[in-house]
């Protein structure tokens, strides 16, 4: 690739990706309904687009492979074929290949070998192979031929540039507009005429506008155009080096460049006062911004919350009135700031619901299955960190469905069902939660199975077992480890990855549920927040030491005394609401007191689980900036991250999933956990 376009790279690997992505999606829908030709028409666009740029950077392969697909496509757009399995094969393998090539293109890695799938295009078709192969690398010898054949570039430069010497030198000035006419000619022997002039043309919008072009755009990216176009151009750069840079496109014969006289840039300014383009509009109104750097904004916002807090509670012990104002002024301004920098990191979720129509439609036909996947709410938003680690989580659901759900057709028939298989995957919010559904009408969840598994592995005895609901039952899939698979499947693996997605889940702060009706299907139900980057908290004390525990699974605060709290299998409890609920002494879990203190409780749920985090005091509600843990303390399971709070002490965020799982009545049940040795309150971290 030029060194000139490598800049661009990122760019038109984000672009590409993106046009690929709905080049997919558009696929899907020829192949769901064959006669949508306003679905072919756009996969058509597409590919033109995606070929133009691959030429653009000098990706000769991905633009070949692009033109391929092009010319199969108006195959179907002009009826000369029509469409069935064996074309929806070959256009997303096609579709694949380019995938893998935009991401060698990221990594700089050379383009791979498109020839089996130039001779699919080519054999469908019904064309000589000899028109649609790549084309061989030159010899040395030929290449030199080639070479010789081409003006030298002293004579190219001096006939680009002769008439523009003869203007007035005041012509060039730097910052003055001038219009340049370029007379671009290729050579006989290119054989992808259109790409190359793509590439001239782009490298004469990038220098300016482009007021006239013969023939008409339309005639010169369709190939109807005998290999020399004229373009004027407004520019107020040295019109050299922009002739330089046209004579290293490959397969460029000539160039030529005038400067029209006064008279004529003047009458073509005059016609040239019209306003910007819609399309031009709406591309000035978007702009691609590196996700690293909205993550050190974010950061910047988070330190300024923090300030915020603590000029507040400066402000408490000063009385004055302006001072006051200030702050709330501040208070209002930092608000504002941080909610519209976290809608600037809210991404769609269908950024990850896109991929799946396609998984599904190749997982369908590997497993000799037919399943319906219907997608709901994909214009949900979630931060763009949440929504990184989502996309595994729901492939495993989905996958996992597929492979244990949905029945085969002719099993479905015979449980009175249609042969199609259905799974529905569905976002929608809830406030500051984002619920999303992954539902399948299958066969459900064999209930006897886990509960003999279960037993053979002694997570329960056959008592507790049977007193269980279905519920509970089918929630002990999301045990580590548990699996009812009896063999290994290329789809889902050994089965033991349910766990590992609700571990994912809940370390996004979420929730993650299950319920199944045999015969009829399974339903798992994820709640998320919106984001992880700043969370409102309840601040608790606990002894000397102040905690933030998320207010999501908090679902009440209670006031304890002594004779509310019983003993019931070695565990303290309380009775809350008709439910025996375990207590969670904070205090004992942590190792900061051997006894069983707090007046306070906070009821939480995860799940079917259920606890009461008792403490000492409520100190009550507050938002805070979540910041990573320092390595000494990211392995202990009791905690999410931490916070400075508006006074400088640090305030850990208690994972009341990690509490709850991790505890029985106060007491830690990991056997090889090690405490710190040396801990430090109070604005420090735990040290080893």
């Given at each position: 690739?030029?060194?000139?376009?490598?800049?661009?790279?990122?760019?038109?690997?984000?672009?590409?990706?993106?046009?690929?992505?709905?080049?997919?999606?558009?696929?899907?829908?020829?192949?769901?309904?064959?006669?949508?030709?306003?679905?072919?028409?756009?996969?058509?666009?597409?590919?033109?687009?995606?070929?133009?740029?691959?030429?653009?950077?000098?990706?000769?392969?991905?633009?070949?492979?692009?033109?391929?697909?092009?010319?199969?496509?108006?195959?179907?757009?002009?009826?000369?074929?029509?469409?069935?399995?064996?074309?929806?094969?070959?256009?997303?393998?096609?579709?694949?290949?380019?995938?893998?090539?935009?991401?060698?293109?990221?990594?700089?890695?050379?383009?791979?070998?498109?020839?089996?799938?130039?001779?699919?295009?080519?054999?469908?078709?019904?064309?000589?192979?000899?028109?649609?192969?790549?084309?061989?690398?030159?010899?040395?010898?030929?290449?030199?031929?080639?070479?010789?054949?081409?003006?030298?570039?002293?004579?190219?430069?001096?006939?680009?540039?002769?008439?523009?010497?003869?203007?007035?030198?005041?012509?060039?000035?730097?910052?003055?507009?001038?219009?340049?006419?370029?007379?671009?000619?290729?050579?006989?022997?290119?054989?992808?005429?259109?790409?190359?002039?793509?590439?001239?043309?782009?490298?004469?919008?990038?220098?300016?506008?482009?007021?006239?072009?013969?023939?008409?755009?339309?005639?010169?990216?369709?190939?109807?155009?005998?290999?020399?176009?004229?373009?004027?151009?407004?520019?107020?750069?040295?019109?050299?080096?922009?002739?330089?840079?046209?004579?290293?496109?490959?397969?460029?014969?000539?160039?030529?460049?005038?400067?029209l006289k006064e008279t004529a840039e003047k009458a073509c300014d005059a016609d040239a006062q019209v306003s910007i383009p819609r399309e031009r509009m709406r591309e000035i109104r978007s702009v691609r911004v590196k996700m690293d750097r909205l993550d050190d904004l974010l950061d910047s916002v988070g330190e300024l919350v923090i300030s915020k807090i603590r000029l507040a509670e400066i402000g408490k012990e000063i009385e004055s009135k302006q001072l006051t104002e200030s702050i709330l002024a501040l208070d209002r301004l930092a608000s504002e700031l941080q909610y519209n920098v976290l809608r600037i990191r809210m991404v769609p979720i269908d950024v990850v619901f896109s991929k799946f129509p396609r998984?599904?439609?190749?997982?369908?036909?590997?497993?000799?299955?037919?399943?319906?996947?219907?997608?709901?709410?994909?214009?949900?938003?979630?931060?763009?960190?949440?929504?990184?680690?989502?996309?595994?989580?729901?492939?495993?659901?989905?996958?996992?469905?597929?492979?244990?759900?949905?029945?085969?057709?002719?099993?479905?028939?015979?449980?009175?069902?249609?042969?199609?298989?259905?799974?529905?995957?569905?976002?929608?919010?809830?406030?500051?939660?984002?619920?999303?559904?992954?539902?399948?009408?299958?066969?459900?969840?064999?209930?006897?199975?886990?509960?003999?598994?279960?037993?053979?592995?002694?997570?329960?005895?056959?008592?507790?077992?049977?007193?269980?609901?279905?519920?509970?039952?089918?929630?002990?899939?999301?045990?580590?480890?548990?699996?009812?698979?009896?063999?290994?499947?290329?789809?889902?693996?050994?089965?033991?990855?349910?766990?590992?997605?609700?571990?994912?889940?809940?370390?996004?702060?979420?929730?993650?549920?299950?319920?199944?009706?045999?015969?009829?299907?399974?339903?798992?139900?994820?709640?998320?927040?919106?984001?992880?980057?700043?969370?409102?908290?309840?601040?608790?004390?606990?002894?000397?030491?102040?905690?933030?525990?998320?207010?999501?699974?908090?679902?009440?605060?209670?006031?304890?005394?002594?004779?509310?709290?019983?003993?019931?299998?070695?565990?303290?409890?309380?009775?809350?609401?008709?439910?025996?609920?375990?207590?969670?002494?904070?205090?004992?879990?942590?190792?900061?007191?051997?006894?069983?203190?707090?007046?306070?409780?906070?009821?939480?749920?995860?799940?079917?689980?259920?606890?009461?985090?008792?403490?000492?005091?409520?100190?009550?509600?507050?938002?805070?900036?979540?910041?990573?843990?320092?390595?000494?303390?990211?392995?202990?399971?009791?905690?999410?991250?931490?916070?400075?709070?508006?006074?400088?002490?640090?305030?850990?965020?208690?994972?009341?999933?990690?509490?709850?799982?991790?505890?029985?009545?106060?007491?830690?049940?990991?056997?090889?956990?090690?405490?710190?040795?040396?801990?430090?309150?109070?604005?420090?971290?735990?040290?080893?």
């Amino acid at each position: 690739m030029s060194t000139d376009l490598s800049k661009y790279l990122d760019m038109y690997v984000t672009q590409t990706k993106e046009d690929i992505d709905k080049l997919a999606d558009k696929l899907l829908e020829i192949e769901s309904n064959p006669n949508d030709a306003d679905a072919i028409n756009e996969c058509f666009r597409l590919a033109h687009t995606v070929k133009g740029n691959a030429a653009t950077m000098m990706f000769e392969k991905t633009a070949q492979l692009a033109h391929a697909m092009e010319n199969l496509l108006d195959e179907l757009r002009s009826e000369r074929a029509e469409v069935n399995p064996a074309i929806m094969d070959i256009f997303f393998k096609c579709v694949d290949r380019l995938e893998m090539m935009v991401e060698d293109a990221r990594e700089k890695k050379s383009e791979p070998d498109i020839s089996d799938l130039l001779k699919m295009i080519t054999e469908e078709m019904g064309e000589t192979t000899e028109q649609s192969t790549p084309v061989p690398e030159e010899k040395e010898e030929e290449k030199k031929e080639s070479e010789d054949k081409k003006p030298k570039t002293k004579d190219r430069k001096k006939a680009a540039t002769e008439s523009g010497k003869k203007e007035d030198k005041k012509s060039e000035s730097k910052g003055e507009k001038k219009t340049v006419d370029f007379k671009i000619k290729l050579t006989p022997e290119c054989d992808m005429r259109a790409a190359r002039a793509f590439i001239a043309l782009r490298l004469l919008e990038e220098a300016g506008r482009i007021k006239e072009l013969t023939p008409r755009r339309e005639m010169i990216e369709n190939d109807k155009f005998g290999g020399t176009f004229n373009a004027l151009v407004e520019i107020e750069q040295d019109y050299a080096d922009l002739v330089k840079k046209i004579e290293q496109i490959k397969d460029v014969e000539q160039v030529s460049a005038d400067i029209l006289k006064e008279t004529a840039e003047k009458a073509c300014d005059a016609d040239a006062q019209v306003s910007i383009p819609r399309e031009r509009m709406r591309e000035i109104r978007s702009v691609r911004v590196k996700m690293d750097r909205l993550d050190d904004l974010l950061d910047s916002v988070g330190e300024l919350v923090i300030s915020k807090i603590r000029l507040a509670e400066i402000g408490k012990e000063i009385e004055s009135k302006q001072l006051t104002e200030s702050i709330l002024a501040l208070d209002r301004l930092a608000s504002e700031l941080q909610y519209n920098v976290l809608r600037i990191r809210m991404v769609p979720i269908d950024v990850v619901f896109s991929k799946f129509p396609r998984m599904v439609r190749d997982l369908s036909r590997q497993m000799g299955k037919e399943v319906e996947l219907v997608l709901e709410g994909h214009e949900i938003e979630l931060d763009r960190s949440v929504i990184d680690k989502l996309g595994d989580l729901l492939v495993h659901l989905l996958r996992n469905s597929m492979d244990h759900g949905i029945e085969s057709p002719e099993e479905r028939k015979k449980s009175g069902k249609t042969p199609i298989g259905k799974i529905r995957l569905a976002a929608s919010q809830e406030q500051n939660r984002v619920m999303i559904t992954v539902e399948d009408d299958g066969k459900g969840i064999d209930i006897l199975k886990v509960k003999s598994k279960a037993l053979e592995r002694g997570l329960h005895s056959e008592e507790e077992l049977d007193s269980m609901s279905d519920d509970e039952l089918t929630n002990i899939l999301g045990t580590p480890g548990f699996s009812t698979a009896d063999k290994v499947t290329a789809v889902s693996g050994r089965g033991v990855g349910l766990d590992a997605v609700k571990s994912g889940i809940e370390s996004l702060g979420g929730q993650m549920s299950i319920e199944s009706t045999t015969g009829r299907g399974v339903r798992i139900a994820i709640r998320l927040p919106l984001t992880l980057a700043i969370i409102l908290a309840m601040l608790v004390r606990v002894k000397d030491q102040i905690y933030a525990i998320p207010v999501d699974p908090i679902q009440e605060t209670i006031s304890i005394a002594p004779n509310d709290v019983k003993t019931l299998g070695g565990m303290k409890v309380i009775k809350f609401r008709g439910e025996i609920t375990p207590m969670i002494y904070l205090s004992r879990l942590l190792k900061t007191s051997e006894t069983h203190t707090g007046s306070q409780a906070i009821v939480v749920g995860i799940g079917q689980k259920k606890g009461a985090i008792v403490v000492d005091e409520l100190l009550g509600q507050q938002e805070i900036v979540v910041k990573p843990l320092d390595k000494h303390l990211r392995r202990i399971p009791f905690f999410g991250g931490a916070t400075i709070l508006g006074s400088g002490e640090v305030a850990l965020i208690v994972d009341v999933a990690g509490v709850m799982e991790h505890s029985r009545g106060g007491y830690v049940k990991v056997e090889n956990h090690r405490e710190p040795q040396d801990r430090v309150f109070g604005g420090g971290i735990s040290n080893e």
